[in-house]
């Protein structure tokens, strides 16, 4: 079955540390990630994506992924924390075995920054 | 700017009676989405259209209805609203292809939280 997992429900991190959430994915065929972020009544708002090429993403306000395909694992970071990067962080994938247009989304991680 | 809108932000309805909710998009994409998140759940997908094409989710409920009757636009009717209907309601767009996977990302919009009273 085509699977997303975010292993922890919430990160705590102090503001001007470094910040990792976790994804890791189980799909067929080689998949098409994506990492998304959510504030409070907000919609959902595209951080980056992975489709091919180098490992390394770089994507909005100073966040970045790492593609790691022989773990199945497309962790989010970002050298140095902001209060303001507190949200929701959904990760999701699309197979490129599906032909269609979905995502499967994780559960979420919400991420805390403490001042 | 283009963007993805949604109205109304927020919606009270009473048990059973019909509520429709709205989208529209400037973005010119040919895919959207209607997708029911509740309480910082993940988002979950009740159907999409691929253009004209109506995709909808197997465990998607009879009770929800979708139509696009333009590119633009794009609306959510719950045709008996229950109690376990109240959540947020997401729309989103993205330039699909036909060559397979949505490597194009998805732009929602801010939602629509419904309360069923």
């Known amino acids: 079955a085509q699977s997303v997992a975010q292993p922890e429900d919430q990160v705590n991190v102090a503001e001007g540390n470094p910040l990792t959430v976790k994804c890791t994915y189980s799909?067929?065929?080689?998949?098409?990630l994506f990492w998304y972020v959510q504030y409070p009544n907000r919609g959902l708002q595209f951080l980056l994506k992975?489709?091919?090429?180098?490992?390394l993403v770089k994507g909005s306000y100073g966040f970045e992924a790492e593609f790691n395909k022989s773990q199945t694992s497309f962790h989010l970071k970002k050298p140095s924390a902001l209060v303001s990067d507190s949200a929701l962080y959904f990760c999701?994938?699309?197979?490129?075995?599906?032909?269609?247009?979905?995502?499967?989304f994780g559960t979420g991680t919400r991420l805390q920054v403490f001042p | 700017d283009a963007m993805v809108i949604q109205n109304p932000r927020y919606q009270v309805t009473q048990f059973g009676k019909p509520v429709t909710l709205s989208c529209s998009q400037t973005?010119?994409?040919?895919?959207m989405y209607w997708y029911q998140q509740k309480s910082s759940q993940a988002p979950k997908l009740l159907f999409h259209?691929?253009?004209?094409?109506?995709?909808n989710e197997a465990d998607t409920p009879d009770n929800f209805q979708s139509r696009r009757p333009n590119t633009s636009f794009c609306f959510l009717d719950i045709r008996s609203p229950g109690l376990g209907d109240a959540a947020m309601y997401l729309c989103?767009?993205?330039?699909?292809?036909?060559?397979?996977?949505?490597?194009?990302?998805?732009?929602f919009g801010p939602g629509t939280r419904l309360t069923v009273l």
């Open positions: 989103a767009t993205s330039r699909g292809d036909s060559s397979g996977g949505p490597y194009n990302e998805q732009f």
């Open positions: 799909v067929s065929g080689n998949p098409y």
């Open positions: 992975y489709i091919t090429g180098d490992n």
């Open positions: 999701a994938v699309s197979p490129t075995s599906y032909n269609t247009d979905k995502l499967i």
């Open positions: 973005l010119n994409h040919n895919v």
């Open positions: 259209y691929y253009d004209k094409d109506f995709n």
